[in-house]
């Protein structure tokens, strides 16, 4: 039996568009990269938390110039960290009678180390991040371990607030 022309248009139609439509793949990944480098781009803001430990109580200070992304020396009520690894016992380096912790210092070098950027004239960065109750003599022995270990530009966490009344 012979089709009409009808009927053969009609299967010709179906036959078509039965297989599922492709989607283009190549549009769709230039849409996201450029999604994912705009999200990169516009990521990086002003506000740096620096403090992750609610028992440290920083000081507050007036300070215009923002952290830099540089090491951080953080001092708990129990221990003392660098880059949030622990290093030493708080108890331990309190009771060490030099000036210079031996553990300290050596993770000090390791981080300068690992860093390949030359060391600055000035000495290189620290942020220490200590609560505003830390005693002076053992502030005073962990920025001199930091400066025999070849970290001189010593700066302290604060909490930035603005000034009132002037």
Known sequence: M????????????YRRNK????????????IFTILVFFLMVNSSSDVQ?????????????TAQQPPGDVLALTVTDRDILVNGRLVVKR????TFEGQVEPSLKQELDYQASRSSAPAPEAGRPIT???????????????MSTC???GY?????????RTEQGA
Request: no cysteine.
């Open 147 to 149: 400066v025999d270990a």
């Open 152 to 160: 001189a530009s010593i700066s302290l966490a604060v909490n930035q």
């Open 91 to 94: 108890d331990a380096f309190q």
């Open 128 to 142: 220490i991040l200590a609560d505003r109750e830390l005693p002076y003599e053992l502030l005073k022995k962990i």
């Open 49 to 61: 938390v620096l403090n992750q430990n609610n028992t440290i109580k920083l000081p507050d200070s």
């Open 2 to 13: 012979k089709e009409s022309a009808k009927a053969r248009r009609l299967k010709r139609h």
């Open 19 to 30: 297989s599922q439509g492709k989607m283009n793949l190549v549009s769709l990944m230039d």
